[in-house]
């Protein structure tokens, strides 16, 4: 075992034996976003940023009062045409922020139980392997992405 | 459609499309204008096709004469792409009128997934984006032609039951000229700005200063 295994295995070992709640302030899900639903329609999208603070740590699932369902997925071209993909789970590295964002990862709400409409808020909760639950705010834009959000642009513009 | 016949069709696609790029690359000299996609060096004659509309009247390629057509292929219950492409596009709408380059043009929605987009349904789904947006749809034979002269690909998955489920498509704007002639393609992640400037372009005015 090299140094740097045996210190990424100290690390892990501490970490486990850290209470769930000091990981979970590692974990912040910022920018949450939704686009309105067009009348008759039960699926919706959510994006938002994860940022970790703490070590790293795995996304997966995603679930909402207001969808039976919610999915892991990502949108990749391949070979000119759009694929959609389930994502069995989604990993959070240290450090780096992990984008939810169009055409790319996002939550597929499935079984919309009403229509998301411009300026709805509701909740989403996000569950870690370390972290635990976390919940965040997904605020509900104008249809073309703009607007709702509190800097009034989508986070997809980095 | 057997596991062959749908390689086939996809490879017949992709060929379509890379052929467009490569000739988009080989005419530079002709100095087509650059956009985000490509423009076709000799716009690209169409074969006579008939989808259904949203009024459940016939959409065919008597419907793309004497005007300006953005034509984008996806299907309602796609929950990522096609809103993002069909928001940027309403937009590109939006800054091409109030430009006043958009009285002559129009706004397509193909579905590629008749089978769960009824035209009420995509009457109401295209709205909801831009009350410009038009839409259409039919079942694969009726998009056969269309599709494989615009280089659209899309496929559902093997066995598909019920009401759940993802298709693959290509997510291109296509951009028709008012002889019905295929002009141009916008490739994606397409951009609202993007698909003003390119038409611009096309239509000789230029993006403006720069």
Known sequence: ???????????????????????????????????????????????????????????????????????LHVSAMTNGVMKMEGLASVDVGSGAPVAFEPSGRHVMLMGLRRPLKEGDVFPLTLTFANAGQVQTSVRVRGADGKGQGHSGAPAMTH | MSRSKKVALVAAALAATACGLLLGMLSRHDEP?????????????????????????TFDLGALKGKWSFVYFGY?????????????????????????????????????????????????????????FIAATGNDAALAGLTRDVGVAYSFP????????????????????????LHAVFTPPQKAEGIADGFRKILGRGPGPG
Not at chain 2, 122 to 132: D, E, I, P
Not at chain 2, 171 to 178: E, G, H, K, M, R
């Open chain 1, 1 to 71: 075992m090299t140094a740097r295994n045996l210190c990424v295995s100290l690390v892990l070992a501490l970490g486990a034996a850290l209470p769930a709640g000091a990981a979970a302030q590692g974990i912040q899900v910022v920018d949450a976003w939704s686009r309105p639903t067009p009348p008759g329609m039960d699926v919706g999208v959510a994006y938002f940023t994860i940022r970790n603070a703490g070590r790293s740590d795995r996304l997966l699932r995603v679930s909402s009062p207001v969808a039976k369902s919610a999915e």
């Open chain 2, 33 to 57: 204008p650059a956009i985000a996609g490509f423009v076709y060096p000799e716009p690209k004659v169409i074969s006579p096709f008939a989808l259904t509309a949203q009024d459940g009247g």
């Open chain 2, 76 to 132: 309602t219950y796609c929950p990522d792409v096609c809103p993002t492409t069909l928001a940027e596009l309403s937009r590109a709408q939006q800054l091409l009128e109030k430009a006043g380059e958009d009285s002559g043009n129009q706004y397509v929605f193909v579905s590629v997934d008749s089978r769960r987009d009824t035209p009420q349904r995509l009457a109401q789904y295209v709205s909801f984006f831009n009350r410009k």
């Open chain 2, 158 to 181: 093997e066995g598909r039951t019920g009401s759940v489920y993802a298709v693959d498509h290509s997510s291109i704007v296509a951009l028709f000229d008012p002889d019905a002639r």
